[in-house]
């Protein structure tokens, strides 16, 4: 599994545009890169996941560019809500369902009124 | 998205009793389920993976005999705290991912069990 690294923190104002960076230097070929958010004393909450240049949902948008080896989390206009931790994860989507998810650290994102 | 259910949500107990934690597919099969542990201000770490019908596999340095993985059916896998310590406080999360589900290969996470020990 693609070791990845994100800030541990992040802090923003309330409104603004929120961008996390995810480094996946040894993302393989088969490997897709999801997104998930916890909040405090809950489990992971699945947010987007892509394999190349841009997915788009109603929650996020996720950067992948051409080479791959980072991906950007992009939460537009947040709000006190979505202070949480973040975690990005690499892994081949059709072997993901039998093998466990690695989580790294996380980027704990603050979201200040 | 599927549901996953565990129970009790919180639970509190005297040092050297055991503990038994629920994982619930409530609308999907779930051929595999894990289990993580979560300390404060950490992220999940993965104790064991359980798919129905066989043994769990454990991680390196989660005591298979302290922590007792059932997966007897395609709903239901169990954990067990055996002879609980303080030290095994800690935030249980399980995930499923199995049969009949539109996402493949995602997995679904538990709301997660507190465990506290006096």
């Known amino acids: 599994l693609a070791k990845t690294t994100q800030p541990i923190s992040m802090d923003s104002y309330e409104g603004q545009e929120v961008n996390i960076t995810c480094s996946h230097n040894n993302i393989a070929t088969n490997d897709y890169i999801t997104w998930y958010q916890q909040f405090p004393s809950q489990g992971p909450r699945f947010i987007i996941q892509g394999y190349k240049t841009k997915v788009t949902n109603e929650v996020a948008s996720l950067f992948i560019p051409a080479d791959r080896k980072s991906s950007t989390l992009s939460l537009p206009r947040v709000s006190l809500s979505d202070t949480a931790v973040y975690y990005c994860l690499v892994g081949d989507l059709t072997t993901s369902g039998n093998t466990p998810l690695v989580f790294g650290k996380g980027t704990r994102l603050s979201v200040i009124a | 998205g599927a549901v996953v259910s565990q129970h009790p949500s919180r639970v509190i107990c005297k040092s050297g009793t055991s503990v038994k934690i629920e994982c619930r597919s409530l609308d999907f099969q779930a051929t595999t389920m894990f289990w993580y542990r979560q300390f404060p201000k950490q992220s999940l770490m993965l104790m064991a993976t359980?798919?129905?019908?066989?043994?769990?596999?454990?991680e390196q340095g989660v005591e298979k005999d302290k922590f007792l993985i059932n997966h007897a059916s395609l709903t239901l896998s169990t954990l067990t705290v055996t002879s609980a310590h303080p030290e095994d406080s800690s935030f249980y999360i399980c995930?499923?991912?199995?049969?009949?589900?539109?996402?493949?290969?995602?997995?679904?996470f538990g709301p997660g069990t507190r465990l506290t020990v006096l």
């Open positions: 995930s499923a991912s199995g049969l009949d589900i539109p996402e493949v290969g995602e997995q679904f």
């Open positions: 359980s798919n129905e019908g066989s043994k769990a596999t454990y």
